[in-house]
């Protein structure tokens, strides 16, 4: 079978993971980024968490189903993804939200204030109960997609940066996965993708050490702590239904900070290192959709799934170029 000439529009996670599960299966691929780096987009304020579990406590049943697979495709792809679970706590004036929480989702188990300081020794004895999603994971989305963008050209394949002209009628397939930004290119998404601000901190604190994603519920606000490398944590993320394109808003800053602080007061003297908003591609139903045209394949609505569902859609994508090739 002669191997496809792809050529993927989009630096994102949806693009780089469709672009090497392409590669993956023999396909030559170009992928093009208008902006000047990878990850320019909404990607770079993700969180980076691989929670199938917790997230079906606000997500469709499909949206559990198709991303179990995603932690062993990541791992599988780049280096660091961390095998920690994910923990689930709310303040005792919101013990109430931790029992939803659990109605709502499987493969936990329940843990009491000793059991959880015994999993995070830096939260002993502020909270009283938890949930533990012992089989989540969670990986540094910058790392990662600089990771598979280097991993693709590395094996002769072409990444193209900045605003450049090229001729789709040189390839077989064109794969576009340009998120919010495919609303100025394809009338059928102009009506159709919504834009879901999402909005975000990363803090640097020297007193506090967590192994794993923390979600704090809060009936207005849930928010959720990734930690990184060197004592930086991820604290996000909003969701406002906004096509706002301005830098964060300090009514968000407010209760990103506030909601650390209540997690543990250490927080109180953590440096702020970023303060970014972006805006999350989106379908009515909140689940992303690939669709093809021809020798067009238009995957988007990635929402706040995009490193959870990129697998799956993009081995979805792989059935169809490589479906229609056989």
Known sequence: MT????LVRGGGVAGLVTA????????????????????????????GMLTPWCEAEAAPEEVTRDSESSILWWSSHVPDVTHGGSLVVAPARDTPELTRFGRRTSHFETLNGSQIGELEPDLNGRFERALHFPTEAHVDPRKALHHLAQSLVSNGHSIVLGEKSLDETSFDWVIDCTGIDARDTDPNLKNTLRCVRGEMLILRCLDISLRRPVRMLHPRIPIYIVPRAEKTFMVGATMIESDDNRGMTVRSITDLLNAAYT???????????EANAGRRPAFSDNIPRVQQNGRHIV???MYRHGFLLSPHRAGQICDIVFGSAA
Request: aromatic share 4%; charged share 20%.
């Open 3 to 6: 191997q496809p000439k792809i």
């Open 20 to 47: 090497t599960a392409l590669a993956d299966r023999g396909a030559h691929i170009t992928l093009h980024e208008r902006a000047d780096r990878i990850g320019a987009g909404a990607s770079w304020q993700a969180g």
């Open 263 to 273: 997690l543990h007061p250490a927080f109180a003297d953590a440096e702020i290192l």
């Open 299 to 301: 995957l988007n609505g």
